[in-house]
């Protein structure tokens, strides 16, 4: 699904009621006698170094979340790509059987999401090493021996996206550097609840806005940790697998011509949510890849 102009407000609403209780904490505090100590140019470096160690560290992790964002668009090129040339394969030399390819390369997409759903499993792994057999159909043929390297070179190029794809999601960020920051905020968000700006609305003005700042860095760097996510876990702020779903639609659609773009995106839309309630359906991932690849390589 495409990002919406606005994004996702969940981030921001979690993050505004957690900066009102903040602000309400500080007020309560307040009206009990603590004012707290005049600002100083210590309290205000220390401020100041927490804003820069933060923003340094967002920007350092963005890196990571681009190359997330490439690995769906290199695997859906991939499958693409095998797709077009067994198609053209065939059409001159009768093989390979174009039905089993088609099952195949959609267990791909399917076996992704299951294993972006279990957290641990690697079954679109084995469902990448499963296109081989169509390649092997290919060997006992007049098929010119560089037609099929390029396409085990596109098989490998499916392998490396993927290992990307399972080193990102199941990778930490430094988690020495995630205790440090945490520790850093909380007592920042500490030193300002006891901090009196120069009169009650300053005071409650200044945590509100600086406590809204670092909660909110925080939340995007656990987002930015853990990219990809299914169904109702889904943000706008995850990596979509939408160019999955149109690779799906390409291969349901073969034989019929080609699909203008608005056909295309709204019957992506459909697999998405014949992918979802399929995933509802089943507790187990591996199982719902299987069910939803029968249904969806079956479907014209």
């Given at each position: 699904m495409p990002r919406t102009m606005f994004g996702n407000l969940r981030l921001v609403g979690q993050t505004v009621l957690l900066v009102a209780i903040l602000v309400a904490l500080r007020a309560v505090l307040w009206e009990l006698g603590v004012e707290g100590m005049s600002p100083t140019a210590v309290s205000a470096g220390i401020i100041t170094s927490g804003i820069f160690v933060v923003g340094?560290?967002?920007?350092?992790?963005?890196?990571?979340?681009?190359?997330?964002?490439?690995?769906?668009?290199?695997?859906?090129?991939g499958l693409h790509t095998i797709l077009r040339e067994c198609e053209a394969v065939h059409a001159v030399w009768g093989k390979p059987e174009l039905p089993s390819l088609r099952r195949r390369l959609v267990a791909v997409v399917t076996t992704l999401r299951a294993d972006i759903d279990a957290g641990d499993s690697r079954t679109c792994q084995a469902a990448i090493e499963e296109v081989s057999e169509t390649f092997l159909e290919l060997d006992d043929t007049d098929v010119p021996p560089n037609t099929i390297a390029r396409l085990r070179t596109e098989q490998a190029g499916l392998r490396k996206a993927l290992l990307r794809v399972y080193q990102l999601q199941r990778e930490d960020f430094l988690p020495s550097a995630w205790a440090m920051i945490v520790a850093i905020v909380v007592f920042i968000l500490a030193l300002l609840m006891f901090t009196n700006f120069d009169g009650l609305a300053e005071s409650l003005a200044t945590i509100g806005f600086l406590s809204f700042f670092f909660i909110s860095l925080l939340r995007l760097l656990s987002i930015i940790s853990t990219p990809f996510k299914l169904g109702a876990e889904w943000t706008e702020d995850d990596v979509s697998l939408f160019l999955l779903n149109e690779f799906v639609v390409q291969v349901q659609a073969t034989?019929?011509?080609?699909?203008?773009?608005?056909?295309?995106?709204?019957?992506?839309?459909?697999?998405?949510?014949?992918l979802v309630e399929v995933e509802s359906r089943q507790d187990d991932p591996a199982k719902s890849a299987e069910t939803a690849t029968t249904e969806l390589a079956d479907q014209k």
């Amino acid at each position: 699904m495409p990002r919406t102009m606005f994004g996702n407000l969940r981030l921001v609403g979690q993050t505004v009621l957690l900066v009102a209780i903040l602000v309400a904490l500080r007020a309560v505090l307040w009206e009990l006698g603590v004012e707290g100590m005049s600002p100083t140019a210590v309290s205000a470096g220390i401020i100041t170094s927490g804003i820069f160690v933060v923003g340094l560290l967002v920007a350092g992790t963005l890196s990571d979340y681009k190359d997330a964002e490439r690995a769906p668009s290199d695997l859906a090129a991939g499958l693409h790509t095998i797709l077009r040339e067994c198609e053209a394969v065939h059409a001159v030399w009768g093989k390979p059987e174009l039905p089993s390819l088609r099952r195949r390369l959609v267990a791909v997409v399917t076996t992704l999401r299951a294993d972006i759903d279990a957290g641990d499993s690697r079954t679109c792994q084995a469902a990448i090493e499963e296109v081989s057999e169509t390649f092997l159909e290919l060997d006992d043929t007049d098929v010119p021996p560089n037609t099929i390297a390029r396409l085990r070179t596109e098989q490998a190029g499916l392998r490396k996206a993927l290992l990307r794809v399972y080193q990102l999601q199941r990778e930490d960020f430094l988690p020495s550097a995630w205790a440090m920051i945490v520790a850093i905020v909380v007592f920042i968000l500490a030193l300002l609840m006891f901090t009196n700006f120069d009169g009650l609305a300053e005071s409650l003005a200044t945590i509100g806005f600086l406590s809204f700042f670092f909660i909110s860095l925080l939340r995007l760097l656990s987002i930015i940790s853990t990219p990809f996510k299914l169904g109702a876990e889904w943000t706008e702020d995850d990596v979509s697998l939408f160019l999955l779903n149109e690779f799906v639609v390409q291969v349901q659609a073969t034989g019929e011509g080609e699909m203008v773009v608005a056909d295309i995106e709204s019957h992506a839309e459909d697999v998405e949510e014949k992918l979802v309630e399929v995933e509802s359906r089943q507790d187990d991932p591996a199982k719902s890849a299987e069910t939803a690849t029968t249904e969806l390589a079956d479907q014209k």
